[in-house]
Structure formats: C-alpha cells, structure tokens
C-alpha cells in the first residue's frame, strides 16, 4: 500500500497550489486527477480576476501562464426592446494595466500542474477517488474506482462541485437547490482581428428585465456575457435551479433566452454575428450563493487529517461566479496548514482548526462569498426603477465594484498586507503587467508537458 504526507484531490485550478507548496516543504505528495490532462473536465474558458494574480501565490505571478486575452474594460450595456438602451464602460483602465485575464481551462491547469510536478509532487491522471480511508474517525488516505487504497497523513480535497468525497464521509451535506446555478457557454469561433476590432480588450454584459426573455430573473442567475478571448469567444448564461420558489426547466431556459437574444439584440446581428462560427455548447454547475445561505455557509470545511478547498468548500464569490482566485487563496491556506500539521505531528481536528481561522481573517474568501449584490438585484423586480437598474449595473459590473465596500476595501487591505510583508510587491506586480501583456502580444508562454 502506497503511502504519502498529502494526497491532493484534483489538479484544477486548486489542487496544484496546495500540491507544489507542499512538494516544496519537502513532503511526499500525491495529486490524484480523475480526466487524462489536468483541467480536461473544467468548463472551457472563464476571466480570472486581477485581484487572484496580484495576492494569490507567487509562482502564478512571476510565471508565464498561457492567457488568451488581457481584459482592461467591461461594458455594460443594458437592453430594452432588443436595442441598447444604456451603456456603461466607467471601469477601465489603462494597459498593460488589467481587471483580470481570460484563459482557456485546460493549458492554464495543465500550466499549473506542470509547476507542481517540477517542484517534486507525483501526478497520477485517470485515476477517480471514490472514497476516502477513514480510521478512527480520522481521514488515512483515499481509495480509487479500481479498489485502489493509497495511504497519507492529510488529504486536501479540492476536487469541485461534484465531487461527494466529503458528503460521503458525513463531514459536509449536498448544496441546497437554491445556491446551484447551472449555466451553459456557447463557444464561438471568431478571427483574432475580428475581435480586436469588434471588442478589444474588453469583456460586455447585457442587462434586460425578465420580459426581455435574454436571461434569468434579475437575482437568480447570471445577467449573459460575453468573454473574449484569442480567436473566440464565449457568449454564457446562468440560472439557479430554483427561482422564485419554482423549479423551472432551466436547461431549455437558457437556450430559448440565448436563441432570443440572437433573434433581437442589435448588436449581435450586426457587430458579433457575421465574424462568428459556433463550434460547441458547454453546461456545468456551481454553487455561486452557497456563501449567502446558512445552511450551506456553515458545513465544515475541514475535519481529523481532512481540508477542503476551492468549489468543494463553497468557495464561488456570489457576485462574480467565479471560484478560481478562492481556489488559489484557500489551496494556499491549507498547503500551509498541512506543512504546520505534518511539522507537529498532529493532523487532528483541533490542531486543523486554524484552517479556518486563515479562511475567515483572508481579505477576498469570506467577503466574496458573501457579496449579496447579484442576489439584491431581486429588488429591481419590485421597484421596476429604471434609473435604480442603472445605477447597481454601474455598482455591481462598472466602477462601483471597487468601492471601498464591495471589491475596493479587500485589494486595499490585501495590498497594505502585501507591501508590509514584501517592500518589492508593487515592482513585481509592475513586472507581471508589463511581461504578461508582451507574452499575449507575442503569443509567447511556458511550453506545456502536453505540447
């Protein structure tokens, strides 16, 4: 029976943080990764916010991750009758300067994996864990779908949404219907000068009342993107599995909402469509309001000779939908956890406590989590105020997102942490600027282990 320090559940976007971290303290560490190529069964592309590269782990920062776009700007753009009623592009900013990067899923997981590996850390692909070990009412290990019994000391499990490891072992419970979003992408082919011209380095959101038929009720779903990348893009749409009390048929929702605003919206037919080949549709789930309800905010996230990290834990920020920059935070946290542990010879309970104590005193997890924004825009519904609806479009996606209370406080107070703790922070975030907007223009990366 093989034996490790950590066994790491996952090689997506957490799991290789906390492995390389660990494989760097000197531990024997196992990253078990269910598809053939890290980041295989991840949803194609998403936008990663700046805040993730500028406070997440160093070696993100100071690497050459594959990127398909700097994203500078969001439009806005409010609908109404099929036209743009409204625009709003307040946030932007200058480049190299950005608000996050578009990436495709499997070559920047893939990219992280490959840091994880140099850094000592075994990687075994095709491999699923079915359960874990457990002995004593402490976590010793995982078995695989072949009966397979590998051994550790700590296991991190930072395997997703789906991932049941830890509702099987009674430490979590499943998340409730009202804080699971499914949502769908539709991938479009579109000439890199195509989308230069047509968006640039920006990123839109198209805002409508529910009569307009382009998207979920406001508050109970994603308002539809459009995320841009290299030579594609990706229009999505999201809405929770129940809304407004009922349990609607939200597959077909989506399509029929999408199929809608290709039918009506102005600046499809005219801007987007020509230049643009569809060539798949996504779906996937996640639990974006899992940190505004306190059935679902209050499951363990950690137990004897066991962490959870990332989606597993709930980590998706509800105002954003996105889990990527809390799966670094937290893979992060528990590496350092796990190395304490190992280090004192005590992986129970108790001693991992301190866990969550990290999640809790972090600036970005428990704030993002629950950031109420996209669900009190249930408000709009009642009040049917339109200069009211303009104004949380500008304060939820435009340049109200960095006030002080929603995203600004936390970058401020991560950023004086930062500085305190390193003088030269600012030079190397200048430096990941300057270098990841020249690798872009280049199209110039770190080669991958599957090239």
């Known amino acids: 029976m093989e034996t490790y320090d950590v066994i790491v559940i996952g090689a997506g976007f957490g799991g290789p943080v906390a492995a390389k971290k660990c494989a760097d303290a000197g531990l024997k560490t196992l990253m078990v990764e269910r598809s053939g190529i ?7 592309g998403l936008v990663i916010p700046i805040y993730g590269f500028l406070f997440g782990p160093a070696f993100i920062r100071n690497g050459n991750p594959p990127i398909e776009r700097p994203i500078c700007s969001v439009v806005n753009r409010i609908v109404k009758g099929g036209k743009i009623a409204f625009t709003d592009h307040s946030l932007k900013v200058p480049a190299p300067v950005v608000l996050g990067y578009s990436a495709y899923c499997k070559p920047f997981c893939t990219w992280l994996a490959d840091r994880a590996v140099e850094s000592g850390a075994i990687l075994r692909t095709s491999t699923t864990v079915t359960d874990l070990i457990v002995e004593g009412g402490s976590v010793r290990g995982v078995i695989t779908e072949t009966g397979e019994a590998l051994r550790s000391r700590i296991v991190i499990d ?15 419970k499943k998340f409730v219907p009202e804080a699971i979003e499914l949502y769908m992408i539709w991938d479009f082919e579109m000439p890199k000068a195509d989308v230069d011209r047509v968006f640039g380095t920006s990123m839109e959101f198209f805002h409508a009342m529910p009569e307009e038929k382009i998207g979920a009720p406001l508050g109970y779903g994603s308002t539809l993107y459009f995320f841009t990348y290299r ?8 809405q929770f599995l129940i809304t407004e009390g009922k349990v609607p048929n939200v597959q077909k929702l989506l399509r029929d909402y999408f199929s809608n605003f290709t039918a009506t919206v102005t600046r ?16 996937d789930v996640c639990p974006i309001y899992a940190g505004l309800l306190p059935e679902t905010r209050e499951m363990p996230i950690y137990s004897d000779g066991f962490l959870i990290v990332g989606d597993a834990a709930g980590f998706e920020a509800a105002a954003f939908g996105d889990g990527v920059p809390n799966a670094w935070f937290s893979a992060d946290i528990a590496a350092d956890t796990a190395i304490e542990a190992l280090a004192a010879g005590d992986t129970s309970r108790s001693f991992l406590a301190r866990y969550e104590e990290k999640i809790k005193a972090d600036p970005f997890i428990i704030h993002t989590i ?3 924004r996209r669900w009190n825009m249930r408000e709009i519904l009642k009040s049917r105020d339109e200069n009211e609806f303009r104004r949380k479009v500008r304060d939820h996606w435009g340049i109200g997102a960095f006030r002080y209370g929603n995203m600004g406080g936390p970058c401020l107070r991560a950023a004086r942490r930062a500085v305190a703790e390193d003088g030269k922070s600012i030079s190397s975030w200048l430096n990941m600027f300057r270098r990841y907007y020249a690798n872009w223009e280049q199209n110039r990366f770190d080669r991958l282990s599957t090239d």
């Open 38 to 44: 890290p980041g295989e069964k991840v949803i194609s």
């Open 268 to 283: 499809w037919k005219q801007d987007i469509a020509p230049h643009a080949k569809l060539r798949g549709v996504m779906w």
């Open 370 to 372: 629950s950031d109420g």
């Open 158 to 172: 930072s395997g997703g949404t789906q991932n049941m490891l830890s509702i099987k072992a009674g430490i979590r």
């Open 231 to 238: 030579d594609s893009i990706h229009p999505g749409l999201g």
